[in-house]
């Protein structure tokens, strides 16, 4: 697998299905891997969040959600993607319209969707994946997500300020947790940036590496303000 310097790569797959599932942005357009079903698909360079930009060539960045889908659906094979890994720490976002960003400036909802890619191999069964807004609950007067899984320990996404909590670093940190130990030093992975939401980061992220017992620093992939409804690419068509 080729690695452009933007860190663009490409993938081919000789025959379907393509055993993976992406989702859309909030207005409809684009695609994003969401969750990856054949292990085959890590093997070859696939990444959670990296987002779809090339189908054989032909580039689909921006195009509506259900055009993306429909063209690989009738692709030729052996079919090559083209993927964008989606990193919002210190990225100029290139290629983006001008209208996309004064959208994104002028929404100051929480997203529904959040959804991580890029963690270390001892912390991505906790920290990459979809992130979806709890929207009957806030914790410490900011929105919180919770990561789509089967844990009975639900691992979520919150707000844990310093002041009047008394925590070790005096900082006001993005964490990433079980919902059982909110408001401590255990986390799986953490960002000291005050800002309202998550999808606003530019600081890199620091993730939890339990092979040596420490935090390390990691530009995790995150594609922001998606829709929670995936489309599958797991039939044969």
Known sequence: MATESNGAYEITWEAKPLGFSIVMDTTGRNAYVSSIQKTQNLDKG??????????????????KHQ??????????????????PRSFANEKRQNQAPQ?????????????????????????????????????EQLHGRHIWQRRDEEK?????????????????????????????????????CCKQ?????????????????????FAECTLEIAAKVSTNESGLNDEN
């Open 153 to 189: 320990d639900p691992i979520i996404l919150y707000w844990y300020p310093a002041k009047d909590l008394g925590h070790e670093t005096n900082e006001n940190i993005w964490m990433i947790a079980r919902r059982s130990k909110i408001n401590s030093e255990q986390g799986y992975a």
């Open 67 to 84: 055009d993306i889908l429909g063209k690989i659906k009738g692709a030729r094979l052996p079919m090559v993607l083209k993927f964008q």
């Open 194 to 214: 005050d800002i309202e939401f998550p999808h606003q980061i530019t600081e890199k992220w620091w993730v939890y590496e339990s092979n040596v017992g420490t």
């Open 100 to 136: 996309e960003e004064e959208e994104e400036e002028e929404d100051n909802s929480p997203p529904p969707g959040l959804l991580f890619g890029g963690a270390v191999h001892s912390a991505k069964n906790r920290v990459n994946g979809m992130f979806e807004l709890v929207t009957n």
């Open 46 to 63: 696939l990444k959670l969040a990296a987002q779809i930009i090339a189908i054989n060539g032909e580039n689909v960045k921006g195009l």
